[in-house]
């Protein structure tokens, strides 16, 4: 009997239209296995009562050709749902129930997903190994020698949720690498669209020039559907893009022949690990050995991409935790008076990390420093973006690894700032660029947990992205190796 939890998003809603498991069927097989995995600590907020009722409707209705029909969808908690708690797990949002509901996660239950819950995360986004939550660390379903793992950040209760199969996929948020980071640690898949491609109106808002929903999925097919859903322009949101697409699912090649990808020699860092080295050359390999044309490039700039990042993202952070004060809605802490209320509302409802970005953020932004941090960064931001630019008048995609290491234990960086940060380094000139870029697991190492590579595309065009990472995707034919032992 095939167990319907296993099976990915485009395999269920196959099963769901042809009638071989009703979608109550289906959100049963995730419920059983979601009462059973409190120990991970994915969720914030289950909503499953709910979602047999819609479950249930599904099935009266004989109509089954929406995309997403029947697909129980949990996702990350920083998107506003109408009537659900939103917390962006943080105890200053710990009791807020929006009034209204996030344009992607409103494209979702058009086409008959099922909301099953809430995703735990970094506060506010902000964090590489989902330690800085206030509900929480998330555990990895991979674990080290019967140690317990961090899932990556900020989208780590994601990212175990589809490691663990209780959620056929999800959507999270990618500010300097939160999507592809925790993809890459769960071994599964993480694409970061084009900024523009998907709204941002009704997500918790960290930095928002940087901020980008995308979908976290077990394959690349399962992505590129999410990504069919969730994309498109709305009017509701200044920075959304208003570009023509076709379907990126049935549009799928799998063929790299004359395919142009670029190596950066700048991503050979200091004391990279052997084996994420090896990887590379493993991937790289793949595509050269394949017809595709392989060339060396250069990203001159890279090495100022995170101290840029750094500068960045506190400072339009600071700016949007501004609003959070007790006044209107949230934590309000008491005080003999306004100003004293506001600052313990904020003392006590921001975690030791929110503070510490939000400090440098108004640090950076302050009269006297802000040309000589915040104007400097966005100046290397711009040469950044031409490096890219440059790049790709001679490449059609580009191949580094996802991450620096596997994942790692709790508590291994949390004492040291700059050390977290590092795990950013990858990923976050895609963020800085606007560029798509998606993670995609390749193989175990000597202790079975998973590596990634990265592939970063030419703005807006996810669908080489796709066709590339779906082709190594059927050559290294990866094969998930979490146990369940959180169920036993």
Known sequence: MTDLAKLTLVESIKYV??????????????????????????????????????????????????ALVGAPIAVKDLFCTKGVKTTASSKILSNFIPTYESTVTEKLWNEDAILIGKLNSDEFAMGSSNETSNFGNVLN????????????????????????????????????GSIRQPAAFTGIVGLKPTYGRCSRWGIVAFASSLDQAGPMTKDVKDAALMLDVISGYDEKDSTSAKKPKSSFLSSIKNNVKGLRVGVPKEYRVDNMPKEVDDLWKEGIKILKDNGAIIKDISLPHTKYALPTYYIIAPAEASSNL????????????????????????????????????????????SSGYYDAYYLKAQKVRNLIKIDFDN????????????????????????????????NDIFTVTANLAGLPAISLPIKHNKDGLPLALQLFGKSFDEQTLLNTAYFIEQQVNFKSQVKDWWML
């Open 17 to 66: 239209k042809e009638k071989k498991c009703s979608a109550s069927e289906l959100v049963g097989a995730y419920i059983k296995r979601i009462e059973k995995s409190d120990k991970l600590n994915c969720f914030n907020t289950k909503d499953l009562e709910n979602a047999h009722s819609k479950a249930k409707k599904i099935d009266t209705n004989r109509k089954l050709d929406k």
């Open 141 to 176: 379903p991979y674990r080290l020698n019967n140690q317990n793992l961090v899932p990556g950040g900020s989208s780590g209760g994601c990212a175990s949720a589809v490691a663990a199969d209780l959620t056929s996929a999800t959507i999270g948020t990618d500010t300097g």
């Open 391 to 422: 790049a790709y008048k001679d490449v059609d995609v580009i191949l580094t690894p996802t991450t620096p290491t596997p994942a790692f234990k709790f508590g291994e960086n949390a004492d040291d700032p700059i050390a977290m940060y590092l």
């Open 322 to 365: 501004a609003r959070y004060d007790g006044v209107r809605y949230g934590f309000r802490a008491e005080g003999k008076d306004l100003t004293e209320m506001y600052e313990n509302t904020r003392s006590e409802g921001f975690g030791a990390e929110v503070k510490r970005r939000i400090m440098i953020g108004t640090y950076v932004l």
